[in-house]
């Protein structure tokens, strides 16, 4: 006799009330409070999610209107939106104008909002994977179904095959075709609407180092390197100010008007950075001359009061500073993320400098391989937060040791992972720096010495202000070398300029 128990025999469970589909309300959420705090995460999330993907009908309702307002071109925030639901008579249905503003305080920010896109897309799909399996079954079940095997078959497949599509959204590939088409779209964008001879990035001020570099432009990490003397920390503070000088020109952008700037003054104090910068504005827009040793030095009058005021003035608030040492990569990325947020955009950052960042170097890792983390760790925050980040490094001491005192890419201390992570490397220098350390002695008329000092004072006459910009890596561009006029008692740096006898190749 058969040990098989029959059918009647058999305990099956019962079947389980079924759950509530998969979902993450909290993640739903955090998506939407951003988009409708910035309106550049939209471009984070929207090639990962459909409105169809939010689990409440409330939440994809507003996913659906946000995008729709914001592929018009106009801005989608809480008063837009409010307006909108109030027009279609919906707003209740959305939870009203208090839900908007908790969202807001829900919203997400940096690669958080990916994050949680893709928390919402997995849950979505996990729903989609249910309901096919609830279908299949259901068929299957049904004596008018469970004779069209090849039917059930296909449908479940088509099924199927859209959750897959669902977990492939967000995917970077894209046909070099569509690539190509939207960049000529782009730079005939730029010849129609731009000036001829108008750079691609943020402008530094100097237009003949901007044309090289097609201006400080987003995503792109830019070293700039020197030794002690050279004048990088007052390069990138004339370069910080100049751009946060100027307007963005993006209409309906939300923000301010002008460009906001980051900058990481890891050895500076703020008071030391606020000198410099009002003195270099007070010289630049011809004031005065105020060396901004003398302000420390209680060597100031009424009068020098007076321009360092004049020039205090015109320091531009959308231009920050954080002087806290020894920042992590991670820190600067946090920070600069926590800016964007509060200030409602964020278009460059700088970093002076490398070298006393926290590299959190490890037990059995080499200081080659942490800086080499942490340049790295900057490249990607450049491409996240769409910024060029500028950071200053410090060039090793055998350029002391070499009678051409020009840097050279080798001279970055630890060169070779900062060459390869950077876009860009720039070496300020100044010639008059040297010079004035190398006065031969006068001698005596007609002598050999006094021709050497004859021939050391003319080529520290011509050299008196100038600076090079040596462009020794361009990714994007030409390499080569800018003539600009600099004064090192009050950081002022303008434009090189005929009337100042500069001639290019005189210090080759």
Known sequence: MSDRKSMSEIHFPDRQPKAEPPHNLSAEAAVLGAILFDNNAFQRTQEILRHDDFYTEAHQELYHALEAR??????ADGVTMREHFE??????????????????DSAAFGPEI?????????SAARRAIMEAGDFLR???????????????????REKLQSVEDMRLRGSRWESAQASTQRTFAQMEHMVRHGKPGEVQGLKTGIPDLDQKLQGLVHSRLIIMGGRPGMGKSGAAANFATHVAMTPHGEQHAPGP????????????????YDRRTASSLAHKRKYGRVEYQDIGQGKLGQTQLAVLGQGGRLVPDTLFIDDTPFLSASDIAVRSRALKRSAGRLDLIVIDYLQIMNFNIGRNENLSAAIGRTTSALKQMAKELRVPVMALSQLS?????????RPMISDLRESGSVEQDADQIIFPFRPEYYLNKEEPPHGAKGSKEEQRWIEWWS????????????????????EGR??????????????????????EGMFA
Do not use: W
């Open 87 to 104: 027009t279609t008579g919906n707003l209740s249905q959305i939870g009203g104008a208090d839900y908007l503003a908790q969202l807001l």
């Open 138 to 156: 259901a068929c299957a079940e049904s004596p008018e179904e469970s004779g069209q095997i090849t039917h059930l078959l296909e449908t479940t």
């Open 482 to 503: 800018v003539l600009a006029h600099y004064d090192a008692g009050t950081d002022a740096l303008v434009p090189h300029k005929d009337d100042l006898e500069i001639k």
């Open 70 to 75: 914001i592929m018009a071109g106009g801005v």
């Open 397 to 405: 001491r055998q350029v002391e040791q070499r009678e051409n005192k």
């Open 114 to 122: 990916d994050d949680y896109a893709r928390m919402i897309r997995h």
């Open 459 to 478: 080529a520290a006459t011509a050299a008196k202000g100038v600076m090079e910009f040596n462009i020794a890596k361009n990714r994007h561009g030409a």
């Open 257 to 272: 008007d002008t460009h906001v700037v980051g900058f990481f003054s890891l050895e500076m104090s703020k008071e030391d």
